[in-house]
């Protein structure tokens, strides 16, 4: 039989496009992978279904091959619409015809919810626009390990809604949040819709901001990392290998070979944060030493740094 779009995306056959493009944002919303931490597999195959299906039948065209050869015709490639003429169609003959490759899931998703009424709100059946309610802002505290390896969160949030009356009401609801690996502080995760609503106002958005807790060990610089490391004089001049916890709870074994002098830096490459936009590529790791001088010396320790410091002077 092939796959059921309908049955997908929860429409009878005679739906309008209303009815489909209704339906897709429910679902759409309800599956999308960054809301969903719990089986995130589960939900990632959903949401493609679904993408699928309203890629589909939200196309005239596609809509009717499907409708008359089912799935299978449509990803042969072998059917042209009814309403096709061979000499002006575009397909190039009768066994030439639209061969369905379902587009990418998250590219309908941003266009779809992106480029609704320009982000204005809701059509009004008048024609006109129904203002969306007012944005809700709310910060995400996330600590530089969650920032670097990434985490999926849940939040739990009270809202205003309308009931069937009207009537406004608080409810509570429980939010899956998906941390990428290199989001920075001021990264914003909107949840359409999922804001207050007010009487004559279409539901506002619910928006996140990522803030960034401080480390005991690490500072963030962009997508570098600074660690401000002590070393002994005795150490600096005469080396040493130092250990270093990375965020990932891996240890590096840094060699300081050369003299080390006040204000001394080490760069790691590719040991920083991670670039959410460059999959795979990292900052880098700087290392910044502070030499600890001793508090006192004696007379003999004096003379037998004199000594032995005095040769390497001139």
């Known amino acids: 039989m092939g796959v059921d779009y309908y049955n997908i995306l929860k429409v009878s056959r005679n739906a309008t496009m209303e009815d489909v493009k209704k339906s897709y944002k429910k679902l759409a919303m309800k599956w999308h992978p960054d809301k969903n931490a719990v089986d995130t597999k589960e939900a990632e195959a959903k949401f493609k279904q679904i993408s699928e299906a309203y890629d589909v039948l939200s196309d005239p065209q596609k809509r009717q091959i499907y409708d008359l050869y089912g799935e299978e015709g449509l990803s042969s490639g072998l059917y042209p619409p009814p309403s096709s003429k061979d000499k002006d169609s575009g397909y190039g003959g009768e066994r030439r015809g639209f061969k369905f490759s379902p587009r990418d899931a998250e590219d309908m998703f941003e266009e779809f919810f992106g480029g609704l ?11 006109g626009r129904l203002k969306k309610a007012a944005v809700m802002e709310a910060k995400l505290p996330c600590s530089l390990e969650e920032l670097y390896k990434g985490s999926r969160r849940k939040m739990k949030i009270s809202r205003i809604v309308l009931d069937h009356s009207g009537k406004p009401i608080t409810v509570q609801e429980v939010l899956a949040i998906h941390i990428k690996p290199g989001w920075k502080k001021g990264t914003k995760i909107t949840f ?5 609503h007010e009487p004559g ?4 958005d619910l928006i996140f901001v990522v803030d960034e807790k401080p ?24 080396g040493k290998t130092v250990k270093i916890t990375t965020l990932d709870e891996r240890d590096l074994a840094v060699s300081v070979s050369d003299i080390v002098k006040p204000g001394h830096e080490i ?11 460059q999959p795979g590529k990292n900052g880098d790791l700087r290392i910044k030493f502070d030499v600890k001088f001793p508090s006192r010396l004696t007379a003999e320790q004096k003379s037998d740094l004199r000594r032995v410091l005095g040769r390497t002077t001139g």
Not at 192 to 196: L, T
Not at 201 to 204: F, K
Not at 267 to 277: H, Q
């Open 201 to 204: 106002a279409a539901p506002g």
């Open 117 to 127: 009424d320009g982000g204005q709100g809701k059509r009004t059946g008048g024609g």
């Open 192 to 196: 359409p819709e999922k804001g207050n």
């Open 267 to 277: 760069v790691i490459k590719n040991e920083g944060m991670p670039i959410s936009k």
């Open 215 to 238: 480390h005991p060990t690490f500072k963030r610089d962009d997508n570098d990392l600074v660690i401000n490391q002590k070393i002994s004089l005795l150490d600096a001049l005469t």
